[in-house]
């Protein structure tokens, strides 16, 4: 760049060294003779002051290091679209003589070679091109009229992101000459926007992602540009300090993903001005220093009418310390999947595996927790647990195992408002399943075993206690006396409330003990005790008797 620069210079982008600015003043700064830029780095640490010298000011920084001057010739303007894409894509220019050896041009780097194959061919053949990636190439703007729309007329998907890129308006120049642009990153772009809603022009008819993340922009701009995006499905705004300021009315409402990841000024109350979004699906709320929500238009047990086609929903790295919060997202009609890692709630806790059964205790439709899915038998598992952990608190608060009588007051239910529907699903919590846990004495490690033969029912019941660590050859072996029936012909299985059907324990492990043989098959299930052992004889039909005992 020569020393004949104009005015024109100032606003624009820059990148010197790698580091990228914005030119913000152009001339003499005395007593150094010579043309000067003074530019504002977007890495403050890379100035040495805020736009002064010796007193006078000649432009202003955010930050009190964010400025320089800087000589032209020091100073990279980039390049136009055009030229950025031939550098990245095009072939020399000669034709293919098969057989020959060909230069090909990559970067900026020649390659010789012998035949093409097929990705480079396409690349090389720019009207063919579907999808580039010009990250960090210094694009500049449109470059000469037609010249896109000419060359790369099929264009569906660019990535512009990090260049010098200085207006929006250049990025309308730029799309406008690409009628089937589906996909446009800008991220880490530093543009002005327009001041006011633009006229309708069909730029942007068929774009449908649209990733303006650390760019600088606001929720007003953000609305603007979105008005000329009538098809647009995903949003992406991470890191952008946005507060949501106003509702989307007649913009955002083909939207089905939006990410706000990481803009530490959105609290839940300006989430409310977009909880009438009617197609949005996926909602990324990662790092924003969410601590709290609530749907002031359902009660206990009801649906929200916000938020009507929310499914996934991404909370990871935020402030959620309260239950309650996991309580009002059981309100959505439609999520069943969500991400909560890395907040004080999940993180402070000893047992991960147990808040994980309370959070898929407490939301009932969820089908995916933190990218892992809950089956089926989990789900049964994380709902009896948690009713019989919250089954002291829900007695003493009202509770009772007889309906008429069970009145829980309105302390416990906001508390846990899944807790009545989970005693209909599965029963009411019996007093044996809600003892307190005893010292560590031989007396309170003992099973009480209560068993009766199935095809004899006028048989008196036999209850014994025994050690939890007894072996089932040995359980076996005093069947065999009580009930006289030889060992050979004996089958142990059990029954418990979490198992859909009677489950046998395996023959090949005799030595195994009555706790370790249950954990067996009830591990995925976590945290609830065998109730119930039955034996079968398999010289009679039918449905065997329960050998049963309660912790």
Same mark, same amino acid.
């Given at each position: 760049?020569?020393?004949?620069?104009?005015?024109?210079?100032?606003?624009?982008?820059?990148?010197?060294?790698?580091?990228?600015?914005? @030119?913000?003043?152009?001339?003499? /700064?005395?007593?150094?003779?010579?043309?000067?830029?003074?530019?504002?780095?977007?890495?403050?640490?890379?100035?040495?002051?805020?736009?002064?010298?010796?007193?006078?000011?000649?432009?202003?920084?955010?930050?009190? %290091?964010?400025?320089?001057?800087?000589?032209?010739?020091? /100073?990279?303007?980039?390049?136009?679209?055009? %030229?950025?894409?031939?550098?990245?894509?095009?072939?020399?220019?000669?034709?293919?003589?098969?057989?020959?050896?060909?230069? @090909?041009?990559?970067?900026?780097?020649?390659?010789?070679?012998?035949?093409?194959?097929?990705?480079?061919?396409?690349?090389?053949?720019?009207?063919?091109?579907?999808?580039?990636?010009?990250?960090?190439?210094?694009?500049?703007?449109?470059?000469?009229?037609?010249?896109?729309?000419?060359?790369?007329?099929?264009?569906?998907?660019?990535?512009?992101?990090?260049?010098?890129?200085?207006?929006?308006?250049?990025?309308?120049?730029?799309?406008?000459?690409?009628?089937?642009?589906?996909?446009?990153?800008?991220?880490?772009?530093?543009?002005?926007?327009?001041?006011?809603?633009?006229?309708?022009?069909?730029?942007?008819?068929?774009?449908?992602?649209?990733?303006?993340?650390?760019?600088?922009?606001?929720? %007003?701009?953000?609305?603007?540009?979105?008005?000329?995006?009538? /098809? $647009?499905?995903?949003?992406?705004?991470?890191?952008?300090?946005?507060?949501?300021?106003? =509702?989307?009315?007649?913009?955002?409402?083909?939207?089905?993903? +939006?990410?706000?990841?990481?803009?530490?000024?959105?609290?839940?109350?300006? +989430?409310?001005?977009?909880?009438?979004?009617?197609?949005?699906?996926?909602?990324?709320?990662?790092?924003?220093?969410?601590?709290?929500?609530?749907?002031?238009?359902?009660?206990?047990?009801?649906?929200?009418? &916000?938020?009507?086609?929310?499914?996934?929903?991404?909370?990871?790295?935020?402030?959620?310390?309260?239950?309650?919060?996991?309580?009002?997202?059981?309100?959505?009609?439609?999520?069943?999947? $969500?991400?909560?890692?890395?907040?004080?709630?999940?993180?402070?806790?000893?047992?991960?595996?147990?808040?994980?059964?309370?959070?898929?205790?407490?939301?009932?439709?969820?089908?995916?927790?933190?990218?892992?899915?809950?089956?089926?038998?989990?789900? =049964?598992?994380?709902?009896?647990?948690?009713?019989?952990?919250?089954?002291?608190?829900?007695?003493?608060?009202?509770?009772?195992?007889?309906?008429?009588?069970?009145?829980?007051?309105?302390?416990?239910?906001?508390?846990?408002?899944?807790?009545?529907?989970?005693?209909?699903?599965?029963?009411?919590?019996?007093?044996?399943?809600?003892?307190?846990?005893?010292?560590?004495?031989?007396?309170?490690? +003992?099973?009480?075993?209560?068993?009766?033969?199935?095809?004899?029912?006028?048989?008196?019941?036999?209850?014994? =206690?025994?050690?939890?660590? &007894?072996?089932?050859?040995?359980?076996?072996?005093?069947?065999?006396?009580?009930?006289?029936?030889?060992?050979?012909?004996?089958?142990?299985?059990?029954?418990?409330?979490?198992?859909?059907?009677?489950?046998?324990?395996?023959?090949?492990?005799?030595?195994?003990?009555?706790?370790?043989?249950?954990?067996?098959?009830?591990?995925? &299930?976590?945290?609830?005790?065998?109730?119930? $052992?039955?034996?079968?004889?398999?010289?009679? =039909?039918?449905?065997?008797?329960?050998?049963?005992?309660?912790?």
């Amino acid at each position: 760049m020569n020393d004949t620069l104009t005015s024109d210079v100032v606003g624009r982008r820059v990148e010197v060294n790698g580091e990228h600015a914005t @030119v913000r003043f152009s001339g003499v /700064v005395p007593p150094m003779a010579g043309l000067w830029l003074g530019v504002e780095w977007d890495n403050p640490e890379r100035g040495k002051h805020d736009g002064s010298h010796e007193g006078t000011v000649y432009f202003k920084c955010r930050h009190p %290091t964010g400025g320089s001057f800087i000589r032209p010739n020091k /100073v990279n303007f980039g390049v136009d679209f055009l %030229t950025a894409i031939k550098n990245r894509y095009a072939l020399e220019d000669e034709p293919e003589e098969e057989g020959k050896e060909q230069i @090909v041009t990559i970067g900026n780097k020649p390659v010789e070679t012998i035949g093409f194959d097929s990705v480079v061919k396409q690349q090389s053949q720019l009207s063919k091109l579907q999808e580039v990636s010009l990250r960090n190439c210094a694009v500049n703007g449109p470059g000469d009229k037609g010249g896109i729309a000419k060359a790369c007329p099929n264009l569906r998907s660019i990535d512009l992101s990090k260049n010098l890129l200085s207006s929006w308006d250049e990025v309308v120049d730029i799309a406008d000459q690409l009628k089937h642009l589906e996909v446009l990153n800008l991220s880490e772009n530093k543009l002005k926007f327009p001041s006011s809603s633009p006229s309708p022009t069909g730029t942007f008819s068929a774009l449908k992602v649209l990733v303006l993340n650390r760019i600088g922009i606001t929720w %007003t701009e953000v609305l603007r540009c979105a008005s000329e995006c009538p /098809v $647009l499905e995903k949003l992406y705004l991470e890191s952008n300090s946005v507060v949501i300021s106003e =509702r989307p009315t007649d913009v955002l409402q083909t939207v089905k993903l +939006l990410d706000l990841s990481s803009n530490q000024l959105i609290d839940e109350n300006q +989430l409310f001005l977009i909880a009438y979004l009617p197609r949005l699906e996926q909602l990324i709320l990662s790092d924003i220093g969410l601590s709290s929500i609530h749907f002031p238009d359902a009660g206990i047990g009801c649906k929200t009418s &916000m938020f009507p086609s929310l499914q996934y929903l991404v909370l990871n790295d935020n402030r959620i310390s309260q239950w309650s919060f996991f309580n009002e997202l059981d309100k959505l009609q439609s999520l069943h999947t $969500l991400s909560c890692a890395r907040n004080p709630l999940t993180e402070s806790s000893k047992d991960a595996q147990t808040t994980r059964q309370f959070i898929i205790a407490r939301i009932g439709q969820l089908r995916t927790l933190n990218k892992c899915a809950i089956q089926r038998e989990e789900r =049964r598992g994380a709902e009896l647990d948690y009713r019989k952990a919250f089954g002291n608190e829900w007695k003493k608060a009202g509770g009772h195992q007889d309906p008429d009588k069970n009145r829980p007051n309105e302390e416990f239910l906001a508390a846990h408002p899944r807790y009545q529907s989970l005693c209909l699903k599965y029963g009411a919590p019996e007093d044996g399943e809600l003892k307190v846990q005893q010292p560590f004495l031989l007396k309170n490690q +003992l099973l009480t075993l209560k068993i009766k033969h199935p095809n004899q029912l006028d048989q008196k019941v036999i209850e014994k =206690r025994l050690p939890e660590s &007894m072996t089932i050859q040995k359980v076996k072996g005093l069947l065999s006396r009580l009930l006289k029936v030889p060992v050979s012909e004996l089958l142990l299985s059990y029954e418990s409330p979490k198992v859909d059907h009677k489950q046998p324990f395996e023959k090949h492990r005799p030595r195994a003990s009555l706790v370790a043989q249950w954990l067996r098959i009830c591990l995925p &299930m976590q945290g609830t005790r065998v109730r119930a $052992l039955v034996w079968e004889d398999p010289t009679c =039909r039918g449905a065997t008797g329960p050998m049963s005992h309660n912790c």
